[in-house]
């Protein structure tokens, strides 16, 4: 199964996000659930930086490993910038999980102090 936790401020905006596993929907090469989150959580990833100039954490390993943190103090303007493109990304997860929830799965945590 493919793991995925949303980090929240307490704020309620994204400060990171995690993908572990592997969905097994299907043979290596074939799987749509894995190409589906690797797409969105990567091209998420790379909206951030196309369109905002800045550059997250990222930490990946080739076993679907996936961590993604946001830095601290950004300007306002970016930041908002980035929460849309994340709480699309978020979105699009969760449209995967709707469909192949045997797969899948998210969690949301919440900071409790920032």
Sequence with gaps: MIN???NRKSSGMIQSFTISGHAFFAERGNDIVCAGVSAVS???INAV??????T????QN???FLRCVIPVNLPEETNEKIQLLLEGMVVSL???????G???????KKQEVE
């Design 4 to 6: 995925i936790a949303i």
């Design 42 to 44: 990567v091209g998420a």
């Design 49 to 54: 930086h196309t369109l905002t100039g800045i």
């Design 56 to 59: 997250p954490e990222i930490e």
């Design 62 to 64: 080739e076993d679907g």
């Design 94 to 100: 969760q449209t995967i999980e709707e469909q192949y």
């Design 102 to 108: 045997q797969h899948i799965k998210m969690t949301f």
